[in-house]
């Protein structure tokens, strides 16, 4: 009878594990489309920005084509200021361009490759995958 019992729970406890690795499949797809999307939504949004930008430069070069002096032409300038859609549009690029990364070195670690090969194909150093991946690690204790 014993043995009965310690069947049943080796049995739930693959039952248990084999229900959180779905779920986990589950939750690293649902991060990976969510990481996706968030880049797609930025560059969108940096597309525009971007536009934005190019457009006020523009202005300014005009006016200082025409001798107009930096501090009036900073003074006349709406807000947000140029240096700050720069500034703005950089932050956004950052944040996702973070979040991906760490996205992706996490769905390559789980396909079974190497520190080494996700560097290769990342562009990056080894040492440096290493490092994302303890930060990574430490942040979610």
């Given at each position: ?51 934005r930008i190019a ?13 107009m002096a930096w ?8 807000r947000p200021s ?60």
């Amino acid at each position: 009878m014993p043995s009965r019992g310690c069947t049943a729970s080796v049995s739930y406890n693959k039952d248990y594990w084999r229900t959180s690795a779905v779920t986990s499949a589950l939750e690293e797809s649902d991060s990976e489309e969510s990481a996706l999307e968030e880049v797609a939504e930025a560059a969108e949004a940096s597309a525009a920005q971007q536009a934005r930008i190019a457009e006020r430069a523009r202005a300014m070069q005009n006016e200082r084509r025409r001798g107009m002096a930096w501090h009036t032409i900073l003074q006349r300038e709406p807000r947000p200021s140029l240096l700050g859609l720069l500034a703005e549009s950089a932050r956004r690029l950052a944040s996702v361009t973070g979040r991906l990364r760490h996205t992706m070195i996490e769905g390559l670690a789980s396909e079974g490759l190497s520190t080494r090969k996700i560097a290769g194909l990342l562009g990056v150093s080894h040492q440096r995958i290493s490092a994302l991946r303890n930060r990574a690690g430490q942040n979610s204790e």
